[in-house]
């Protein structure tokens, strides 16, 4: 039997506002939009802010990324990878990031279970994604 693959969809505008209390929590979720541009900031040398894009998953999961058509180079010191990745794929790796480190700083303090969830959610859209082996190679 083979499962589904989990698919992507773009939020429309008019749903924008309900995308990050949805995903991230009401509480959580202005901590975690910043955890995503902070961490882009990190990662990404040429990075200097702009418009994002937000995604739904099939699974339940979620990612943003950023509104380009320019390739995105991404550079994680911690595992010695810097590669050169599409916008879509970069926003997965980001959005991984972040999440994890938004568990990693909540986990004594909230109900982390969900955002767990969605890591994993996410990781799961990775691995079938098209560029599936850069976006392992910069989180592993």
């Given at each position: 039997m083979l499962e589904n693959p989990v698919s992507s969809s773009l939020v429309a505008d008019s749903n924008r506002l309900n995308f990050l209390p949805t995903y991230f929590g009401g509480e959580l979720m202005l901590i975690g939009e910043m955890l995503v541009y902070q961490t882009a900031d990190e990662l990404c040398p040429d990075y200097k802010g702009g418009y994002w894009l937000f995604h739904e998953l099939s699974n339940g999961g979620f990612y943003m990324a950023p509104d380009s058509d320019a390739p995105v180079r991404i550079s994680?010191?911690?595992?010695?990878?810097?590669?050169?990745?599409?916008p879509d794929a970069a926003g997965v790796v980001i959005t991984l990031f972040a999440i994890n480190k938004l568990i990693s700083a909540m986990c004594w303090q909230h109900d982390v279970d969900a955002l767990i969830d969605r890591y994993h959610f996410l990781r799961a859209f990775a691995s079938e994604h098209?560029?599936?082996?850069l976006i392992f190679a910069a989180i592993d």
């Open positions: 994680v010191a911690g595992n010695y990878f810097d590669g050169v990745m599409s098209a560029e599936a082996a």
